[in-house]
């Protein structure tokens, strides 16, 4: 395939064309995308020529480039001529290439300076990943050199260097060999491990994080998990882990940390046009008994609903990536749904399965003293909630790519003279696609859908039957009020709801991104959501983005809005919508 035709002005006064032939006899485009990535002629066309000799050295660089792109595919027996010709201040440059026959690779081998064991010898042999007849690519070479030095640490070796990498070309059989040579080292064993630096944190907390017994080979992963490990705490401000310089087999490993401070206060603000202010401050411990465990106490305060709580975290509780979760609260709302009063409490475990999945059961226990305009109430609640989440997001507050998923379903039971028993589910997704490389258009997209089984409408209390509107859920509308609602118009929840969203964020400075949004559901006195009667929202926002997250600002109107509603709302808060 050729660039005919292509007009590169260098300066005002000449110009010339360039002219490639042969790109057709590739079977794909890699040789000429690396050409045009790489071009003088294609992409240094701005620097004027001084002189016709000046345009010759480009195009013998240019020359030089694509043998040099040929041969690093395999073809070896390439043939590649020029021509440049001259039309009063008009250069035509005429580049043809004949690739010949592709190189295959016919002989792969790795020699060591030091021989270790068969077992050693297939594994890292199998590393490479290399297979005969297979085209010769000198890409893919150095990505084989680069996985069997990687694999040497996992194998007990953390010292193996390649020495050397030879490839021997045979025109006649257009084949070629590849002799990697490579210094193994010794092979260690894990001896015994010191940490340096602790203060307030107990040495035995970070010691439960190692995954390795003294006496095992050496595996850079599980030194590498550690230090994962050990940084996921926070606890941790440096980690530095090196091996003991000793002459024996037996090699301690050496934790060099320092600690970062523990304790941190917080204040943060939002409002919303149908709820007014809110604030909320908290103070956090994150090694209150010196084993990691985080304390976290809490306040919030606004027009329709004050709390305190307290939350208690303790993390590799019996076994590594479990935590053992203990909280509870106080909570005093006014809603135009019901007006409540509640204390409850939660002691669970949660337990990372995988890097993205995670699973948690917990026990829960509530008091509730409600009032709503059908009647007042109080009662005792149990619940015993399950779950399991999946997120491979890339920010907790501000992800721009990844997908987010939660399932969870708790058998409930209220005691307050007719005992009732039913289950309550819901399901969370979520999804972030960048549509660039830089990330700086991003379409997000969340559903939800709730159902409650197992019990009346009447019987359901309010504050555990199921809302939507406001700003985490559909924007446009106020604080619960989508959905069923009483004679006198005040709002009554269902036992299902069904809810999506839609926004599109885009970076137009560091700083400062615009999202245009659309947002739907509805709340539903049946057991399962219909989907239909969706009351919609759309608007516009703003984020800020600083170093804790983006601040969160956007403006809303509902697109079936009916009378009596307002016509705009207005929502201020920290981190994305979803």
């Given at each position: ?101 592709r ?29 005969k ?42 084949t ?31 010691a ?54 523990h ?39 606004a ?14 509780f ?10 509870t ?8 749904a ?50 399991v ?21 708790a ?46 409408f009447?019987?359901?209390p ?10 985490g ?51 539903y ?9 969706f ?21 809303a ?8 509603e ?13």
């Amino acid at each position: 395939m050729a660039l005919a035709g292509t007009d590169l002005h260098a300066r005002e006064k000449f110009s010339y064309g360039l002219d490639i032939q042969g790109f057709e006899k590739l079977p794909d485009s890699t040789v000429r995308q690396t050409f045009e990535n790489h071009s003088v002629l294609l992409n240094k066309n701005s620097e004027p020529f001084a002189s016709v000799s000046n345009l010759r050295a480009r195009l013998k660089q240019d020359v030089d480039l694509m043998r040099r792109i040929l041969r690093a595919e395999g073809y070896y027996n390439n043939q590649i001529t020029e021509k440049l010709s001259r039309r009063e201040n008009r250069f035509d440059v005429i580049i043809t290439l004949i690739p010949g026959p592709r190189y295959i690779l016919d002989k792969i081998e790795i020699t060591y300076t030091t021989t270790p064991d068969e077992e050693i010898r297939e594994k890292a042999f199998a590393a490479l990943a290399l297979e005969k007849g297979t085209p010769l690519r000198s890409e893919e070479t150095i990505t084989a050199q680069t996985r069997m030095i990687v694999a040497f640490p996992e194998l007990g070796f953390p010292f193996a260097r390649v020495e050397d990498r030879k490839i021997v070309v045979d025109h006649a059989t257009r084949t070629a060999s590849v002799e990697f040579i490579v210094t193994p080292g010794i092979r260690i064993r894990f001896g015994n491990v010191e940490f340096e630096g602790l203060s307030s944190v107990n040495e035995s907390y970070p010691a439960r994080m190692i995954s390795w017994q003294p006496g095992e080979f050496f595996s850079q992963q599980k030194v590498d998990d550690l230090r994962s490990r050990l940084s996921g705490t926070g606890l941790f401000r440096s980690i530095k882990i090196t091996l003991a310089d000793q002459e024996t087999v037996d090699r301690d490993i050496i934790v060099e940390v320092t600690e970062n401070k523990h304790r941190t206060i917080s204040v943060s603000g939002g409002y919303a046009t149908s709820d007014g202010l809110s604030s909320d401050a908290s103070w956090q411990h994150r090694n209150i008994f010196g084993n990691g465990e985080k304390l976290l106490i809490g306040a919030h305060l606004a027009e329709i609903e004050q709390s305190l709580s307290a939350r208690l975290d303790k993390p590799n509780f019996r076994r590594l990536d479990q935590t053992l979760i203990i909280e509870t609260s106080l909570k005093n709302e006014n809603t135009d749904a019901y007006d409540a009063l509640t204390a409850d409490g939660r002691v669970g475990l949660e337990r990372l399965l995988t890097n993205n999945l995670a699973a948690s059961v917990s026990v829960f226990s509530q008091y509730s003293d409600i009032s709503n305009s059908d009647n007042d109430r109080n009662y005792w609640l149990a619940a015993l909630p399950v779950g399991v989440r999946w997120d491979n997001s890339n920010d907790i507050l501000d992800p721009t790519k990844g997908f987010r998923a939660s399932v969870s379903t708790a058998p409930s039971f209220i005691f307050n003279g007719s005992n009732e028993f039913y289950l309550r589910s819901e399901i969370n997704v979520s999804g972030y696609y960048p549509l660039d490389g830089d990330h700086d258009f991003v379409l997000a997209a969340r559903a939800r859908v709730g159902s409650v089984y197992g019990i009346s409408f009447d019987e359901l209390p309010a504050k555990e039957r199921f809302f939507s509107g406001g700003g985490g859920s559909v924007r446009g509308y106020g604080y619960q009020d989508i959905g069923p609602r009483d004679a006198s118009g005040d709002p009554t929840g269902g036992r299902s709801v069904a809810e999506i969203n839609a926004e599109m964020r885009v970076h137009i400075s560091d700083t400062l991104s615009l999202v245009p949004f659309m947002d739907g559901g509805n709340v539903y006195e049946k057991v399962l959501p219909r989907f239909t009667g969706f009351r919609w929202g759309a608007g516009l926002g703003v984020r800020y983005h600083t170093s804790f997250g983006p601040l969160r600002v956007d403006a809303a109107t509902p697109l079936n809005r009916l009378p009596g509603e307002s016509r705009f709302h207005l929502y201020i808060s920290l981190g994305q919508a979803f």
